[in-house]
């Protein structure tokens, strides 16, 4: 092989090789990209800690709305909050959507 076709496939390689290399740095391991999956994340949290959510009113019959609204202590990783004054963990199904 002439050598200057050797230094053309060489430098093909080293430029898949970093292709590859910075590709893997941007997605993350279910092949999305990293940036696009925090903003969305960020998107998709229904309560934050200090936000007042309320009970539907199903869960909590005969009771007035301001009975049944309580403040977010924490929200966990799963998606579930605690909150102050009731006990257990609860899920965005239980409470009546934002307005």
Do not use: Y
């Not at 999956?37 to 960020?42: A, L, M, P």
């Not at 924490?74 to 006990?87: A, D, F, K």
Request: aromatic fraction near 6%.
């Amino acid at each position: 092989m002439k050598k200057g076709t050797k230094r053309l496939l060489s430098g093909f390689a080293i430029g898949a090789a970093a292709a590859g290399a910075i590709g893997a740095v941007i997605m993350n391991r279910n092949g999305k990209f990293a940036r696009a999956r925090r903003r969305s994340e960020e998107l998709d949290l229904w309560a934050r800690p200090g936000m007042q959510v309320t009970f539907r009113a199903e869960l909590m019959p005969g009771r007035d709305a301001s009975e049944r609204t309580f403040r977010v202590a924490e929200l966990l990783p799963s998606g579930r909050v605690h909150l102050n004054g009731v006990t257990g963990e609860h899920a965005q199904k239980e409470f009546e959507p934002r307005r």
